[in-house]
DNA sequence: CACCACCCCTGGACGC
DNA sequence: TGCGTCCAGGGGTGGT
């Protein structure tokens, strides 16, 4: 399940990996997790019945082929490998999504699942691997052309969200606080784990209308959404199951949890045994005691 | 527009 | 052991 804190450990491993790197070789296994200019609009529709959609030929450009890597950036829970030709590749990971960078002669513990790979000029290779196939992959000439399309409709990036944009982004909306921060739209990094642990963190209950919180409220949880993601990618992110980084190494952040995961179990701060129901059609963990 | 139910998909947990 | 059932989750879509 990665969120912001997973991606952007992601981003730095592969950073270091990839950067200057020349793509040598670029293979596309499922052409439905891959969405390139020219296809049907919106890409692979997964629930399309009826007729298949007519997808356009890849060529080797469209995932980087012959390209060098100038750099990997991240919006909310997004990457975007970025050609010095200008061609970025976005990619989602989805809730089960890798891309594992495997030395020269290094092989993949599992090669289920793999969706697309790449071979990087000193040997090394780069796998996309997402056994649930929730995420995928966008190819854009560049840029510009990945914000229009993708990321402008994202609201500000949770690791850096000041309250004034989180005021906004709760304002009149009477959705429960928690469905809020799941909402890309609103503010975009946060997943169900880092919002329960922040909803936490600033006491606020998940259930409460998002346009009911105070301006107090909106800066504690802000700043508490800011600490819990920064504290998360310190450690490197939370590997509950499936999550790794790039160099296939899990994070350390779960162990520091306060809530999710923790249904019925002793509260951190009061011991009172912590709530658990259906917010927002997520499983959602909070002290009633403690948030209000 | 805002909100919500539902669907996509696989693997792990659990019950029998 | 093996089968069935349920659940997890981000996000897109279509209905109200």
Redo the contacts with the bound molecule.
Sequence with gaps: ?P?LPEVETVRTTLQTRLLGRVIERATIKRRDMLVVPGDPP?GF???ARGAAPRFRRVRAADLLGGDRVDGVLRH???LAIVGASGRVLCV?L???GALLWRAPGKRLERA??VHAHWRLDDGSRLVFRD????GGLWSFPGMDNLRLARWDALGPDALAVTSAQLGRALA?????VK??L?D?RAIAGV???YADEALFGSDIDPRRP?ESLTRTETTRLARAIRGVLARAVRARGSTL?DYRDADGDPGAFQLAHSV?GRAGLPCHACGSPLASALV????SVWCNACQA
């Design positions: 399940m969120e919106g529709s997964r629930s909310g829970k997004q989602h989805g809730m089960s289920d699942h056994p649930r196939r929730f009149r909306s009477r959705r429960p469905a809020a799941l890309q997943g169900n784990i998002a199951r999710y927002g059609q997520r499983t």
